[in-house]
């Protein structure tokens, strides 16, 4: 609005229909506070990609390869006896989660080789079967990951896979 308007009398005009339908075509996203959103992708993907490492482990290991309860339970801010209760409670986690996922790739599994054994043989059946098998995969994988950590929390120190697999002293997570 230019001084000059308003000196002819005709006061301040209404908003033109371009401006009507503008606004109507932002107010989702004025609403929806997608900017907002937007700014918060962006700068999580800045923050994951500006990191370039994965993290640094907060638990602490000895000369001999043990969990150091005593620096691990001062860098998580707790006394040690909350400390060993929270490994408890983690090494309960890991149980249920490892069962879990074993049952559902099991589950998985059994009914991939159900529809294997019951499907008509074309080029598309054959090519969804090939690609429903890394889902199964990742089961059995997210699995044997619980199962390792259950395993390494167990015996208070860090463990290699080969000793996990070849252990003698119980494989299953418990």
Not at 71 to 97: K, P, Y
Request: glycine share 6%; with cysteine.
């Amino acid at each position: 609005m230019s001084p000059r308007d308003e000196d002819r009398g005709g006061g301040p005009r209404p908003p033109s229909v371009l401006r009507h339908i503008g606004r109507a075509a932002f107010s989702p996203w004025r609403l929806l506070r997608i900017e907002e959103s937007v700014a918060a992708i962006r700068r999580d993907f800045h923050e994951l990609s500006a990191r370039g490492q994965a993290r640094a482990s907060r638990m602490r290991l000895d000369e001999a390869g043990a969990f150091d309860l005593d620096a691990s339970s001062f860098l998580h801010g707790e006394r040690r006896a909350a400390f060993e209760d929270t490994l408890i409670v983690r090494q309960r986690s890991t149980v249920r989660n490892a069962w879990i996922f074993l049952g559902l790739g099991a589950l998985f599994f059994l009914g991939w080789l159900y529809r294997l054994m019951t499907m008509t043989w074309t080029a598309n059946a054959t090519l969804t079967a090939l690609q429903f098998m890394p889902a199964c995969a990742v089961f059995f994988l997210l699995a044997f990951r619980f199962g390792l950590e259950n395993y390494q929390i167990r015996m208070r120190r860090k463990v290699t896979v080969m000793e996990y697999l070849s252990a003698s002293r119980g494989f299953w997570p418990r």
